[in-house]
């Protein structure tokens, strides 16, 4: 079905996807929640909380997410707010899972970075800050948590300049922190947005406003922070760069609000600021050059996910409309292989929860129930020409191997386990010689536990893991059959040549007695992180 121009580009303009990256513990899936409770996707903070008085986020939909009370997958969540249509894509803050956060930005255009007023710039935000740089997508500061004791805040830019390399303008200022935090001050509207604490942070903060130089301020704010706050704002007039929307749009500012996501304030101030500063979809690179967002239909899968629903116990490809106008049961061609699909399982994606979407445009995430037939960076589009450039893998640097506690339930294991690999849990690795057990590869060993318990809740399976002494693994270029055996010689779910080593002694040692060998950190064919 074909729609005017007009409808095209003005769905396009309304439509704003980002992603939000943080270090643990800044307060990310807070700030999720709250973002949702007034874009009204959700009524009342704590309107999420589990039974027997477990309290977690919409977006965290997995058990041991909703256990430990951190997100390890990414979810979609879709709401309006201010006439615009809002893709909030949560990403993984724990570090294990850079590699899902790292594909769930490519389907992003732009990021809110949340920092902890107390610690600043962390080490985790500088690695994923980093991603957004190497991408070219404009970033967002939310410095989080000016309830509690804070650094000050002219330090807590200059840190994220220093680190970041990148200009810090502040379009709010705080007031206090820790217990005397009164407020912000709104540098554009020139308005004191004064800080109310709720009960349990339940409901939207009470605002009331005031400028500079109005005579109540004393009394809001008491004297001294009023006084101090006055003195704040003159040296940032004369010492901070005005924000300046292009420099923000090119990745090389970033603007910078303060507040408490626990207590919702500074929340939505953030989020009309945000409808208005960040950018609408863009073009998207592909082998054909860019590709414009008013293109004809094409997606791209950036994630798999099984076992979503109870209900469905099915696979959920998360597609990113690039271009054009996707409508549910129309013909495209998946060009990796170039197989004709009808995309009428199409749904739309709030956590786990989901319903048919009958249309979506360039921005957009849609959820297609996957037959088996998907890859991660594969694309859909009525051009059977289209691809990208290969989405990047992270190099594993942990290695385990398993036992079936059971071994009637190996068939269940290997369906598990092919699944949960697919979307990137783990990678596998088959031993070339002797029995064909698995090895498991991860980024860090929180990804091993995750595996473990997912196999136990979704599909009756329990393991015991057992952590390696392998530390290295290298893929070959070249014939692995000269290649001496005192490392572990095993295969990837490709079948290609892969070496496992328990050191970096081992692997130079290998390298230089096989010169016309290369030993690679990733394939070949693949981007490295």
């Known amino acids: 079905m074909t729609i005017p121009t007009a409808q095209l580009d003005h769905e396009i303009a309304r439509r704003r996807t980002f992603a939000i990256i943080s270090h643990p513990d800044a307060g990310k899936t807070t700030i999720t929640e709250k973002l949702l409770l007034y874009g009204g996707a959700i009524q009342e903070a704590g309107s999420v909380t589990a039974k027997e008085g477990r309290s977690h986020t919409r977006s965290d939909w997995m058990s041991i997410e909703q256990q430990r009370g951190i997100s390890i997958s990414s979810s979609a969540l879709t709401f309006e707010y201010a006439g615009r249509h809002i893709n909030l894509l949560d990403t993984p803050g724990h570090q294990d899972f850079s590699e899902d956060t790292y594909r769930t930005l490519t389907a992003a255009d732009s990021a809110l970075m949340v920092l902890d007023a107390a610690r600043g710039v962390q080490s985790q935000t500088e690695k994923l800050f980093a991603v957004c740089r190497n991408r070219g997508i404009p970033i967002l500061t939310f410095v989080n948590k000016m309830d509690r004791p804070a650094l000050d805040p002219f330090e807590l830019l200059a840190q994220v300049e220093n680190t970041l390399r990148i200009t810090a303008v502040p379009l709010t200022w705080p007031i206090g922190d820790g217990p005397d935090f009164k407020g912000v001050y709104d540098l554009q509207t020139e308005q004191v947005l004064v800080f109310e604490r709720t009960s349990g942070g339940k409901h939207r903060a009470p605002v009331q406003t005031a400028g500079l130089t109005d005579p109540q301020l004393e009394a809001l704010v008491g004297p001294d922070l009023a006084a101090k706050l006055r003195e704040d704002v003159e040296l940032i007039q004369g010492a901070v760069p005005e924000f300046d929307a292009g420099a923000f749009l090119a990745g090389d500012l970033t603007p910078v609000f303060f507040g408490s996501a626990m207590n919702n304030f500074g929340v939505e101030h953030f989020l009309k600021n945000f409808v208005e500063l960040a950018p609408p979809p ?248």
């Not at 004809?296 to 597609?319: C, E, V, W």
């Not at 450039?389 to 190996?410: I, N, Q, Y």
């Not at 690999?421 to 590869?441: C, I, M, S």
């Not at 990804?447 to 893929?475: C, P």
């Open 282 to 529: 863009g073009p998207v690179e592909t082998n054909l050059g860019q590709r414009a967002p008013d293109a004809p239909f094409a997606g791209f899968i950036f994630k798999l996910q099984a076992n979503m629903s109870r209900a469905h116990r099915d696979r959920t490809a998360y597609m990113r409309v690039m271009s054009g106008h996707f409508t549910r049961g129309m013909d495209v061609t998946h060009t990796r292989t170039g197989r004709k699909l009808r995309l009428s399982q199409a749904h739309s994606l709030f956590a786990q929860d989901r319903e048919k979407v009958e249309e979506a445009y360039p921005g957009d995430i849609v959820g297609l129930v996957n037959p088996g037939v998907f890859q991660i960076g594969d694309v859909v589009s009525v051009d059977p020409k289209v691809t990208l450039p290969s989405f990047p893998r992270f190099t594993p640097e942990t290695f385990a191997t398993l036992s079936l506690k059971d071994v009637g339930k190996r068939k269940a294991f290997i369906k598990g386990l092919t699944q949960l690999a697919e979307e990137g849990v783990v990678q596998v690795f088959y031993p070339t010689d002797g029995a064909r057990e698995p090895y498991l590869g991860a980024v860090g060993p929180l990804q091993f536990e995750v595996f473990q318990a997912r196999l136990q809740e979704e599909y009756g399976v329990d393991v015991d893991l057992h952590v390696t002494g392998y530390q290295l693994v290298r893929w070959l270029a070249g014939d692995p059959g000269s290649v001496a055996r005192f490392a572990r010689h095993v295969e990837d779910d490709q079948g290609r040549p892969v070496m496992l080593f328990r050191s970096r002694y081992d692997l130079e040692y290998t390298q230089e007695q096989h010169p016309d060998i290369e030993f690679l950190p990733l394939p070949r064919d693949l981007t490295r992180v």
